[in-house]
């Protein structure tokens, strides 16, 4: 059914049915009604997706990011979706696996359906990315990072200082022994700032880098579990283990726990990311906590402004955060 048909039925032109469901030009009430009437009858309804591109508008955010199978990122959509939905945009999301050529396939996908403006999580902004997200002149914030770009704002924790304070606490609690199970890339947008902020806490207090105790991992707990086995197999035993993620860290508890060692009186454990499941497990994780969801409404609400002319300031946001100490580290 088209509005061809519409008009067909209702006994009127074409152009009378475009201004009944566009309200875009007065319109008689009586051939109104006779358009109304027929729309009801044959339960028809208008092409959206070509109503917003006649008005070269379609009030629509389009998502990016590398995949949902994280808890955090579970937050950030919803912070997303809180904030567009009280301005009145809808959102649709894809799932890039984190690759350039997924990204970019998207990023023009959105773009050939008009999206008003796009956030995206992303390893990969920088060269052929960026040249796309400037020449098509969609409105873009980049989540999880620092975008490092003058043209694309960004919102996220300041994940280097993060790291720093929750190793600095370990070596405050006297432990020099400190392993870390680090994100690869690609995983965790943020998870080569995060073994940064590591590599600068031992460097300031004077403590190697210890290559057997430093494990790349995917950021699942059978993951964590998995790191976890390569450092114990390693030549000596840490006393502390710093991990990229929370979710890697519950996975490293286990394996310690699994194989006689306990936490923290063999191995004090720290996480990052505050998820929900950290303060269930036994015993309790110490952790970075901030709110995923504050980042997903910070970017909307700034993407959305950028959306409607206005300028955005700052142009980077970090949203605030702290070291939840629990009952996975003690002093030695």
């Known amino acids: 059914m088209t509005i061809k048909d519409i008009a067909r039925m209702a006994g009127v032109s074409i152009s009378t049915v475009s201004r009944v469901i566009n309200n875009s030009k007065p319109v008689q009430d009586d051939l109104r009604k006779r358009v109304l009437d027929v729309m009801e009858q044959t339960k028809f309804r208008p092409n959206t997706i070509a109503q917003n591109l006649a008005k070269n508008e379609s009030n629509l955010i389009g998502v990016m990011l590398p995949e949902v199978k994280n808890t955090v990122l579970d937050e950030l959509i919803h912070g997303i979706n809180h904030v567009s939905r009280i301005y009145g945009y809808n959102t649709m999301l894809s799932l890039t696996g984190g690759t350039l050529e997924n990204e970019l396939h998207y990023f023009n996908l959105f773009r050939g359906i008009q999206a008003d403006g796009i956030i995206l999580a992303s390893d990969n902004l920088k060269g052929e990315l960026i040249e796309l997200i400037e020449l098509s002149g969609i409105p873009c914030i980049l989540v999880g990072r620092d975008a490092h770009s003058a043209s694309i704002p960004s919102v996220h924790v300041d994940n280097i200082t993060a790291a720093y304070e929750a190793v600095t606490y370990l070596i405050q609690q006297g432990h020099r022994r400190i392993a870390m199970i680090r994100a690869r890339s690609g995983d965790v947008a943020s998870g080569d700032h995060r073994f940064e902020g590591y590599r600068m806490a031992l ?67 720290v996480g990052f990311d505050g998820i929900d499941m950290s303060a269930m497990i036994r015993p309790k994780l110490s952790t970075v906590k901030y709110s995923a969801s504050e980042i997903g409404m910070t970017a909307a609400r700034n993407l959305i402004k950028r959306i409607r002319g206005g300028e955005v300031s700052p142009r980077h946001w970090c949203v605030s955060h702290y070291l939840e100490t629990r009952d996975s580290v003690r002093s030695i």
Do not use: Q, Y
Not at 205 to 220: F, H, K, M, N, Q
Not at 228 to 248: G, Q, Y
């Open 203 to 269: 460097a300031e207090a004077g403590i190697p880098l210890a290559r057997d105790w430093i494990v790349e991992s995917g950021i699942t707990v059978e993951d964590g579990i998995e790191a976890m086995r390569k450092i114990r197999e390693s030549r000596s035993m840490p006393t502390a283990l710093f991990c990229a993620t929370d979710r890697i860290a519950i996975g490293a508890m286990h394996d310690l726990m699994e194989n006689g060692l306990r936490i923290p009186d063999d191995v004090s454990v």
